[in-house]
């Protein structure tokens, strides 16, 4: 119970644009969780494998590049195969409503879009990382602005 | 609302500062400018140190360029738009490139699944380039590109068509942005490390400066590295830094700084802050004048210019309530043309969405010409000289730029602070802040933080441009097509003169023309020129 949460953040694709994945990274950081922070250019199978070596609770990934729904499909299909399906997968970033039934299903655990607090993204990670279950249904925390 | 009211009277005390953190007194008088010689410290337009613009009279004489960024799915696709954009008497084409292109990736390599066509044109080969301009002749169009790791290539391929097209070289007009600093800090879309970058963008600029004289083979942005967390004036210091290091570069060739200095531009913008806009465009005129003058020994007034790419900033635009963008796209256009740009792109309402529709292009379009034409705000040369605010604002504006480049010095200037990481941290650390300003509402947002209405977004989005799927299909079955058609001894041929260019330090450029007119891909180029300088990661700017 007094363990950190391990968190792996990072960015899939060729999209540069990291403000949303550093600040996330450094406001997790801030509220005690422990952040591996691999950053840019990171394929599906580099994500899954740090996280295995890291031995993560909980994986964010920020996407703006609209790639989201072929990046985290693949994502949760390495890590069920991997044996790891109850890591938790998160997700940020540029997130049409329409594609969050789709993400759900591929075994995406919360959706964080734009704009989502800092704070909120911290509970939620207390709240389901540690032994509580995850693949149950897709939340997108219920917005309360910023 | 009590509420509302108490709460307006405290937002007034509480952030008397700018954006950047410039501390503001509630009035301005007299006294703030004592001392303040406007000879010295405006000049007339046009004449040193340019605080007032960079040429007499303004836009009495010419409007800014009204410019809109366009460009994506395959060469045809775009090609549609430029035409549209061109005949709503559009003046400038402004053209964005998909990720693998920026990254020299061809796009049949693996790492472009999803991306090819999606950001931007895909550009593979010679051929994409001519149907992207199909029926656009290059001396009647000036575009600019926003094409930086890979910009010696592209350029090739653009002049290795004005020569089929049969256009002089000389006439040939527009801008590659060709700036990679900002890659390293803000964008992600670097290939080379710093120094080896380095010498390419000066290829691409010597090569300019003797063969494209109207062409601009270099723009040094600043907005990108305000976007990703730096605070304007940190952002304006890392861009001139830059700015100096590629002039040094170009002179050490034997180029004269008058002509080097006449064919730099820089892209600058507007963020929320109205006044610290208007005052960054002002002070950077004339910190760039005296620095061009008294560091690098220019003589001739044209090589003193800062010549200003003006933008808004999508940083300040909002998901919620999107429609209220408008209103700060406006501010934003109007801070620039106070501040008085050469040219203007601004940011689309909908851009939270997704690539603008051309509803929200030409709604854009219509505020630079609501602004030119209905307001009189372009009829009388730098309207806010002489208050005491703006005059004030504009030195400590100046100040900050000045500090901020000497703190960068302090750590062994600007390729040492990137390669070790320090500017990046600073910049995430910044982002945080500020993010953590808005969230606990330190920071008004209309419709984020506070004023927030329920609304439906998936209305919004089904109105949205999607991408085609089949694109990076065809784009690939077209590269293939390309490869197939080519000469493979000529290739080879052309591909040796690049390596050996790279080798020798000889230019680059001529070989790289050589080997697209051969039909080289950019991700063939790109692989020769990592093979001779090297690929490149950044540290992690946590």
Redesign the interface.
């Known amino acids: 119970m007094t363990r950190l949460i391990r968190v792996l953040v990072g960015k899939v694709?060729?999209?540069?644009?990291?403000?949303g994945a550093?600040?996330v990274?450094?406001?997790l950081?801030?509220a005690g969780f422990e952040?591996v922070?691999v950053?840019?250019?990171q394929?599906p199978e580099m994500i899954v494998s740090a996280a295995l070596q890291e031995d993560v609770d909980a994986i964010g990934i920020s996407l703006l590049?609209?790639?989201h729904n072929?990046?985290m499909e693949r994502i949760c299909e390495l890590l069920r195969e991997a044996g790891a399906a109850d890591t938790l997968v998160i997700l940020g970033g540029?997130i049409?409503?329409?594609d969050h039934a789709r993400l759900a299903t591929a075994g995406v655990d919360a959706i964080f879009?734009?704009?989502s607090?800092?704070?909120d993204i911290a509970e939620w990670l207390r709240e389901h990382a540690l032994g509580a279950t995850s693949g149950k249904e897709t939340e997108v925390p219920h917005r309360r602005?910023? | 609302m009590s509420d509302e009211q108490a709460r307006q009277t405290t937002h007034a005390a509480a952030v008397r500062e700018t954006t950047s953190g410039i501390k503001l007194k509630a009035e301005y008088t007299a006294e703030d400018l004592a001392g303040w010689d406007p000879e010295t410290k405006l000049g007339s337009a046009g004449s040193y140190p340019f605080t007032r613009g960079i040429h007499p009279e303004m836009y009495g004489r010419q409007l800014w360029t009204i410019r809109q960024y366009a460009g994506y799915g395959d060469a045809k696709a775009t090609n549609d738009r430029f035409r549209f954009l061109y005949e709503n008497g559009q003046t400038g084409l402004s053209l964005a490139f998909d990720l693998p292109t920026q990254l020299g990736l061809d796009s049949d390599h693996p790492e472009t699944l999803g991306e090819v066509g999606r950001l931007g044109v895909a550009i593979d080969t010679l051929d994409d380039m001519r149907r992207l301009y199909e029926g656009i002749p290059l001396d009647g169009t000036a575009t600019s590109m926003t094409i930086n790791a890979t910009a010696p290539i592209i350029l090739a391929m653009y002049i290795a068509l004005a020569d089929e097209q049969g256009v002089d070289r000389t006439k040939l007009r527009g801008t590659v942005q060709n700036d990679v600093f900002k890659e390293y800090l803000a964008r992600g879309l670097y290939v080379f490390a710093p120094t080896p970058s380095l010498r390419l963008t000066a290829d691409v600029i010597e090569f300019c400066v003797r063969e494209l004289p109207r062409f601009n083979p270099i723009s040094i942005s600043a907005p990108h590295i305000r976007s990703a967390g730096a605070r304007y004036p940190d952002a304006l210091a890392y861009m001139f830094l830059a700015a100096e290091l590629v002039i040094a570069a170009v002179v050490a060739r034997g180029v004269d700084v008058n002509q080097v200095g006449a064919r730099i531009s820089f892209l600058a913008g507007a963020d929320n802050d109205f006044f610290e806009t208007v005052c960054r465009h002002r002070a950077s005129r004339r910190l760039w004048a005296k620095l061009m003058k008294e560091r690098f020994g220019a003589d001739e007034p044209r090589a003193m210019l800062y010549r200003l790419a003006g933008s808004g900033n999508p940083l300040n635009l909002t998901a919620e309530q999107p429609l209220n963008n408008l209103a700060r796209i406006t501010l934003q256009g109007l801070a620039n043309v106070l501040g008085g740009c050469q040219s203007l792109v601004l940011p689309c309402w909908d851009e939270a969405y997704t690539i603008p529709t051309e509803d929200a292009v030409r709604l854009s379009l219509n505020i630079q010409r609501i602004l030119a034409y209905e307001t009189g705000v372009p009829d009388v040369v730098d309207p806010l000289a002489g208050s005491y605010f703006v005059e004030s604002l504009t030195d400590e504006v100046e100040r900050e730029i000045v500090a901020s480049m000497e703190r960068v010095g302090e750590q062994g200037g600007l390729i040492a602070s990137i390669e070790d990481g320090w500017i990046q941290r600073e910049m995430a650390q910044r982002a945080y802040e500020q993010e953590r300003d808005i969230q606990e509402g330190r920071r008004v947002v209309v419709g984020v933080n506070r004023f927030i209405v329920e609304e439906d977004r998936s209305a919004l989005e089904s109105e949205m441009h999607v991408v085609r799927a089949s694109v990076a299909d065809e784009q690939r079955e077209r590269l293939a097509q390309a490869r197939e058609a080519r000469n493979p001894a000529a290739l080879r041929e052309a591909m040796r003169e690049v390596e050996h260019a790279l080798t020798s330090s000889a230019n680059v450029m001529e070989p790289l023309i050589g080997a697209v007119r051969a039909g080289a891909t950019i991700g063939e180029l790109t692989e020769a020129m990592t093979g001779v300088l090297g690929s490149y990661r950044a540290p992690s700017p946590l």
């Open positions: 694709g060729l999209d540069g644009h990291d403000r550093k600040t990274a450094l406001a950081r801030n952040v922070y950053g840019l250019r394929t590049s609209g790639a072929e990046v540029n049409p409503e329409r879009p734009t704009s607090s800092f704070t602005g910023r």
